[in-house]
């Protein structure tokens, strides 16, 4: 029978088992390993506590990054490259047009709210310079693959945990209790995507794909089987994660492909991202009509969902010219309530377009779309180089993710938002990292 270490992983043993732990000697690093605690650890484990948290890990980890580079000199001499790349500039250009952009909401909003989204690019960008600076600290001293493992282990047990006291709760608990006792379908949903996203960075990490099966089975099974309260009627319902239940077999699918053709999924993978999120307006015209005829099963959810795209895709498409080239700014779409909320019927509600891409297009015009894609390019360059081991994991993480915000989450989802930075934080680190400690950059071999 396999030990708990053979199935966990060394790294991750050493860190649930309090081994790991410590103050390294120089002072210096100390708020480096706050930032990857924060970043590595907390990310998957707060998340399942309250997706809020996420943000402010994210904050807690970016600050400790920059305190980091700030107290040790020679940590900017290693950033010198990177300030020569298109990546200073087009973070600033993006920072101040999400500023500019967010400040264009026709319900008005506070200046807190609006300074969210560059606050949270200005962190990813903080986060990227530490990891490109630390590469081999984050690989040897720094423990980020520990750090990460162990943080995805806790937090699978936290979601079997909760999926067994909610199952109790609803059984048991009379529905008056329900929500003051257990959760919505709502919040495990975001807690089965959390889990789902960041479970595809354990195959960027050599060795650990036994981990990963076990995880990703775990995560998949209980969406399968996780049960919530439908806040207007308190009726006990099946969650019905559509993101994990599409998302991770399409992930799994990925994953194997890159293992089996290495030099072509990379581009691939991106190629058909890009060319969707440059498409998405006229694509979801066609989709409308056929794709709940592709796809013969979960009709209600392909339907109501192809409905809410195309209708934003029209809105996109029939604006003005200034409209598509700059965007609405922050808006709300309206929606004519069928259930009530708190009691009462509403005649109009927000809602947003289920898809983060079409949402782009709406608030950001076709500007944001082309800002979005100078990023996309970058980040392909970051996995292409990576490793040719890590290379799989990274572009079946990143699918997941772009599956979870192509089909269920708004552009002003605060605590979403901040999964995806946190995600792209340590899916731009894991690739970075050597798989020799000491190594540098994996070499030319390792990367073809």
Known sequence: MPSVRSLIGE????????????WLPDPRR???QVAVFALAFAVPVVGLISPQAVQVALFVAAAAAAITLGLDGRLLARL?????????????ILMVFVALQSLRFVDGQSLGDAAQRPLLIAALVVLVAFVAALRDELAAELRLSGY????????????????????????LAPP?????LAKNVREINRYLEISAILVFLLAAIPGRHRQLVLLAAAIYAASLVAVGYWPPNQQITRVASDTVQLGMPIALAVLAAAHRWPRTACGAVFGIIGGYMALAPWLHAVAFRALPWV???????????AEIWAGVAARVRDGSWQEFLLGRGRE?????????????????LPFHPHNM???LWLDMGLAGVLLLLAFLWLLHECVATAAAQRRPGLLACFVMLMLSCAVTHSLWQMWFLSVVMATLALLIGVSGVPLVPGSGAASSQSKH
């Open 176 to 180: 008056p209790w329900h929500d003051r």
């Open 80 to 92: 010198a490259p990177m300030m020569r790349s298109p990546w200073l500039a087009l973070a600033v």
């Open 11 to 22: 790294e991750a043993h050493e860190v649930l088992s309090l081994r790991a732990w410590g």
């Open 148 to 171: 990460l493992q162990s943080g995805l282990v806790v937090g699978a047990g936290l979601l079997v945990a909760l999926l067994i006291y909610q199952l109790i709760v609803m059984t």
């Open 357 to 359: 891409v079409l949402q």
């Open 295 to 305: 796809i013969p099963f979960r009709r209600d959810l392909i339907l109501d969902r």
């Open 30 to 32: 100390w708020p480096a």
């Open 332 to 348: 709300f779409l309206r929606f004519d309530a069928n259930f009530p909320i708190d009691g009462t019927y509403a005649k109009e």
